[in-house]
């Protein structure tokens, strides 16, 4: 079983910055992929930016440019560096985690950008 903790979440003014970490821990064999998603209200949950094993990257359309993944993976820990927030950006943001095969999510954290 694998737990993931999430945290960074919080209120900030469009324009500004935050720093989401999501850390897993349990019994972790092989860790495929790390990945941040986000549902904003009344919309679908959507990919952000992942980062696959090998250190391959992928980040959103909307927030390229403005949103970078990495990864420690001594920590197994996923980080989320997100600057030039809009308040588009407002959402939930998940954390997943592909480990052994299997597929874990996080309970999120709220991320809410004013204007």
């Known amino acids: 079983q694998v737990q993931l903790v999430e945290s960074g979440g919080g209120l900030v003014q469009a324009g500004g910055s935050l720093r989401l970490s999501c850390a897993a821990s349990?019994?972790?064999?092989?860790?495929?992929?790390m990945a941040w998603y986000r549902q904003a209200p009344g919309k679908q949950r959507e990919l952000v930016a992942s980062f696959i094993r090998g250190g391959y990257t992928t980040h959103a359309d909307s927030v390229k440019g403005r949103f970078t993944i990495s990864r420690d993976n001594a920590k197994n820990t996923v980080y989320l560096q997100m600057n030039s927030l809009k308040p588009e950006d407002t959402a939930v943001y998940y954390c997943k985690v592909i480990a052994d095969g299997m597929n874990y999510w996080g309970k999120g954290t709220l991320v809410t950008v004013s204007s």
């Open positions: 349990g019994s972790i064999f092989s860790i495929n992929t």
